[in-house]
């Protein structure tokens, strides 16, 4: 089977720009053929304002490059992920033109916030969930603390909801959590096509059983990443329980602060993928204060696999992916004193943390390896084809061999 794998890089690479590579990968290493289809947003400086803006609505250059692609290559499927800003809307446009199932993993809540996040300030926010044109987002400048830029965004998403773009161009969404796919539904998305399929680590970082004292926090220096909740939590627990600090961001100098003030408090900067994983292997537990829904945080997952437990905040998809009392704690979210109470209980009962990292570790290898992701993937796939009114006799072939291997 051939698949084309359409993506918007990040001009900071994160979880979404892994989770395309991996499943291109998956598919490659299971016999298939990846055609990717790749924009970046660096290529963003190339234009102005308006015209970035008519271009996230409507791309033109990409409908023509994508079908002049698809009528070369003649894939059985076109599976999409970021497409915002430069690819918009039409590369979808672009693939139903050639009688191609579509399908698109929404890997945030773009469809439903022009900020993606259904956050603001670093709370919870459905302003813009009922709402057919977004305007709220746009008041409050939500993406990127611009209004012109949330104002580009608004529009998007407010012209394809009047075309109907989400139902008639896309034969399957994939939400990675249960969670993810009840707002999506919420938001006004069909539920007959929204999937779930969860994320999976490509390569097994294996477990660790050697332990030191330490907390570990992984992630973005940002409100809605909970640092300023973690480091007001830190201020307020009483024992030498250590912490460690691994990222970057707008927050830099709060944490910087923290750590010339509590000796406790070592911050490590931005590592590598592979000094994560080590991190991982040593820390007692891992600390995941966010305060927004996260969709399914590949973090999560890493740790899982590591065999560390997780203190995290009870909040959106995390309580799938961290069960309170069998693979880590709960506390509720945005609340300092809770989360030092929590941390506190961690520090006390080592023993309970390590039987909580065996289940954990073993919850990964029952759902988050890449053996059982694969099944998934080409399963839906053959869903998305199916549904579909007239399916290319080729494409039928291709779903039923591939489904069988």
Not at 54 to 67: A, D, G, H, K, Q
Not at 201 to 229: C, H, M, N, Q, T
Not at 343 to 349: E, G, I, V, Y
């Amino acid at each position: 089977m051939r698949v084309l794998v359409a993506h918007n890089s990040y001009q900071q690479p994160g979880g979404e720009d892994r989770v395309a590579a991996a499943e291109a990968a998956l598919l490659e290493r299971h016999g298939h053929e990846v055609v990717w289809f790749r924009r970046h947003n660096d290529a963003v400086r190339e234009f102005t304002r308006t015209g970035l803006a008519l271009r996230t609505i409507w791309n033109s250059t990409i409908y023509s490059e994508l079908r002049t692609l698809l009528r070369r290559t003649q894939p059985a499927v076109c599976h999409f992920h970021n497409t915002f800003p430069l690819m918009s809307p039409a590369a979808f446009y672009a693939a139903k033109a050639e009688n191609l199932p579509v399908v698109v993993t929404l890997h945030n809540y773009r469809l439903l916030c022009p900020a993606a996040t259904l956050t603001r300030q670093g709370r919870e926010c459905h302003d813009c969930l009922s709402k057919s044109v977004p305007w709220p987002a746009v008041l409050h400048a939500c993406y990127r603390e611009s209004r012109t830029a949330t104002a580009a965004a608004a529009a998007m998403l407010s012209v394809h909801r009047i075309l109907g773009t989400w139902s008639k161009a896309v034969d399957l969404y994939i939400a990675p959590s249960d969670f993810a796919r009840r707002m999506l539904v919420e938001g006004g998305l069909r539920g007959e096509k929204v999937a779930v399929k969860s994320n999976f680590l490509e390569s097994d970082p294996g477990f660790s059983a050697d332990r030191d004292d330490a907390a570990l926090f992984v992630g973005r220096l940002s409100a809605e990443k909970g640092i300023e909740v973690l480091l007001a939590a830190w201020r307020l627990l009483e024992v030498p329980m250590r912490l460690r600090i691994a990222g970057d961001g707008p927050l830099a100098s709060q944490v910087a602060g923290a750590v010339r003030q509590d000796r406790r408090i070592e911050w490590l900067g931005a590592i590598s993928r592979d000094r994560v994983i080590e991190e991982m292997k040593r820390a007692r537990v891992l600390l995941f204060p966010s305060t927004w829904y996260e969709v399914q945080p590949l973090t999560l997952i890493e740790a899982a696999a590591t065999g560390l437990p997780v203190l995290a905040s009870a909040l959106g998809a995390v309580p799938e992916l961290v069960r309170h009392g069998e693979t880590g704690v709960h506390f509720r979210p945005g609340d300092s004193a809770d989360l030092a109470r929590k941390a506190l209980w961690c520090w006390q009962h080592p023993e309970c943390l390590a039987e909580m990292g065996n289940r954990a570790r073993q919850r990964f290898e029952d759902r988050y390896t890449a053996a059982a992701n694969y099944g998934q993937l080409v399963g839906l796939y053959a869903r998305a084809n199916a549904g579909r009114q007239s399916p290319a006799r080729e494409s039928r072939e291709a779903f039923a061999e591939s489904s069988t291997d």
